[in-house]
T-cell receptor, first 113, second 111 residues
């Protein structure tokens, strides 16, 4: 069964450093998403991406964040200068064209020290 | 009012019990509705979509009442493996539309 994959599973970084979180969506999906979940809190939407551009973003997704689809398979989330409050699980999700359901990757746990 | 509201629980039930979870949503223009399951520190996994006509998948039954903006999930004959957090999720309108999650209801099934 096809699945969304994410790397790394855990990333530890120092405040102010740049991080890139990587995702490989399901191969025939066209809609891509990033969500985050701070420990003990609900899952929150960050950004959606379709046809090589951002479709929608939340107020969390400020200028420190960017997304990219550098090739035909990868979808990345970059945080330029990490803050302590960026510590969370980051989930990538994808959806097929014409489909309704989003499928989530296993997440990257980001710890900012 | 929260966009998606759920009772956080926990619901502690014995194996074999029937348990029901409820959820309300605030945006009447919401398009699609889902229940996801999340195990501790894992990703949300789609359990089932929810339709106005109601739908059933084995021991799980989901119902949607658009007029009341209310979604429910019923689990019959609970198993130990059903222990998890159940997330009520709503999709807004728009082509690449986002999911909005409730805080989840924790279920613990015991022997």
């Amino acid at each position: 069964e096809p699945e969304v994959t994410q790397t790394p599973s855990h990333q530890v970084t120092q405040m102010g450093q740049e991080v890139i979180l990587r995702c490989v969506p399901i191969s025939n999906h066209l809609y891509f998403y990033w969500y985050r979940q701070i420990l003990g809190q609900k899952v929150e939407f960050l950004v959606s991406f379709y046809n090589n551009e951002i479709s929608e973003k939340s107020e969390i997704f400020d200028d420190q964040f960017s997304v990219e689809r550098p090739d035909g398979s990868n979808f990345t989330l970059k945080i330029r200068s990490t803050k302590l409050e960026d510590s969370a699980m980051y989930f990538c999700a994808s959806r097929a064209s014409g489909g309704d359901e989003q499928y989530f990757g296993p997440g990257t746990r980001l710890t900012v020290t | 009012r929260k966009e998606v509201e759920q009772d956080p629980g926990p619901f502690n039930v014995p194996e074999g019990a029937t348990v029901a979870f409820n959820c309300t949503y605030s945006n009447s223009a919401s398009q699609s509705f889902f229940w996801y399951r999340q195990d501790c520190r894992k990703e949300p996994k789609l359990l089932m979509s929810v339709y106005s006509s109601g739908n059933e998948d084995g021991r799980f039954t989901a119902q949607l009442n658009r007029a009341s903006q209310y979604i429910s999930l019923l689990i019959r004959d609970s198993k130990l493996s059903d222990s998890a957090t159940y997330l009520c999720v709503v999709r807004s309108t728009g082509t690449a539309s986002k999911l909005t999650f409730g805080t989840g209801t924790r279920l613990q099934v015991t022997l």
